[in-house]
């Protein structure tokens, strides 16, 4: 039983690769090339919107809900979802980033459609294959098989990149993509939680969501809990370009460094959560979020760019988020209705990548405005902001107010 829970646990693990992998790259390697040929900070985020499939894919995510029952269904959908995914990349392998950027652009939008649809019947199926009390455990399975994704895409593709170029490489990517799909190839079954509610999802499903009573503190929650971090997780890379680091340099301080201690945190968040509770982890992770502003508000003033304040710096922000993103996950997943797990989970997660998005776009504005030291500045009021909701308001309850 144990062997089986842990090889479900490592196809999760991988299929979150999956979706990581090519998304990662993209992200990272656009936003250097744009900033090296003298973009601004706000035009670099908004670049930020090819990831728009990732914010409205609860449009759809009734539809993934109402035709998914067994194994076999979510097997489906994720195989179809993966292999049109492996197939935009080796088309956008053939083209030129200088004579062919905007259909880059629109085709790698159309593959993170089917990234996200991915993402959701894996979302759902993760959801029904665990106990509530395991959720933690899983989710930062979750975090770090997107972390890994994070660190291979924006770290060693990044440093490949650079020797090889995109041509070269990306036909490499769609291949690993496809071979991700080989564990759960050969998973013949999931004890997936039976279903009480025998009605199948409705696109109505998503506003009703809503409707429960005092859902609304987890909505700010979601808003709010990392919002003080993600404006410097954002501009990391541009920040480190214009103190004079070249891509390669980039690739191996954020892309590996960062993402790798972002997944041991993401590790340990997981089984501390399980001990010590949600309502405690949410706080102390919430303190945790005012110190990487802190930090580097101090590293903008001081000017120094050295490495090793670098790396202290990179280490603080990419820890944190990885032990936040673990609890978000978390509690997302316990908030989901039955029958409308891909649904539920979708709509939370999609709420952080929204906060996510516009925190992004905002606080390069200000970097633009008032430079790096305006940009943590803000970021730290958020944070401080966001650490005196937690602490003022009590978590949403599954236990007496969901499952309607």
Not at 13 to 31: C, G, K, R
Not at 143 to 157: A, D, R
Not at 225 to 244: E, H, K, R, T
């Amino acid at each position: 039983m144990k062997n089986r829970q842990t090889y479900t646990l490592f196809t999760f693990f991988t299929l979150y690769i999956a979706q990581s992998i090519p998304m990662s790259f993209f992200s990272s390697a656009l936003p250097v090339l744009m900033r090296q040929g003298a973009y601004s900070l706000l035009a670099i985020a908004l670049l930020k919107l090819i990831k728009i499939p990732w914010l409205i894919k609860f449009l759809w995510s009734p539809i993934v809900d109402s035709r998914t029952e067994s194994l076999k269904d979510y097997k489906q959908w994720i195989f179809g979802a993966e292999v049109i995914y492996a197939i935009i990349i080796f088309i956008v392998a053939t083209l030129s980033i200088e004579a062919d950027f905007t259909l880059i652009i629109i085709l790698i939008i159309l593959a993170f459609i089917s990234s996200a649809t991915q993402d959701i019947a894996t979302d759902a199926m993760a959801a029904r294959s665990f106990d509530r009390k395991d959720t933690s455990l899983l989710n930062s399975i979750q975090s770090m098989g997107s972390f890994t994704g994070s660190m291979v895409g924006g770290g060693f593709l990044l440093l490949l990149f650079h020797k090889f170029g995109w041509n070269s490489l990306l036909p490499w990517v769609a291949i690993f993509v496809l071979m991700a799909l080989i564990p759960l190839f050969f998973i013949k079954k999931i004890k997936l939680r039976e279903r009480k509610v025998k009605q199948k999802a409705k696109p109505k499903d998503m506003l009703l969501f809503f409707n429960q009573k005092n859902i609304w503190r987890q909505v700010v929650f979601l808003l709010l809990y990392y919002a003080g971090l993600i404006g410097i997780l954002s501009n990391l890379s541009p920040f480190l370009v214009d103190i004079g680091y070249d891509i390669k340099e980039i690739g191996g301080i954020v892309g590996i460094f960062g993402v790798s201690f972002g997944i041991l945190c993401a590790f340990i968040s997981g089984i501390y959560i399980r001990k010590i509770g949600k309502s405690l982890s949410r706080k102390i992770i919430s303190f945790l979020i005012i110190v990487p502003a802190v930090y580097f508000i101090w590293l903008s003033s001081s000017g120094s760019t050295d490495l090793i304040f670098i790396l202290i710096g990179v280490a603080l922000v990419w820890g944190i988020y990885g032990m936040s993103s673990t609890l978000i996950n978390t509690s997302a997943m316990d908030i989901v209705r039955d029958g409308r797990e891909g649904t539920d989970f979708t709509l939370q997660i999609v709420i952080t990548h929204l906060g996510a998005m516009i925190i992004t776009i905002v606080s390069a504005s200000i970097g633009d405005a008032f430079g790096y030291k305006g940009l943590f500045l803000t970021q730290l009021v958020i944070a401080l902001i966001s650490f005196l909701y937690v602490l003022l308001f009590k978590p949403y309850s599954v236990k007496y107010e969901t499952m309607n």
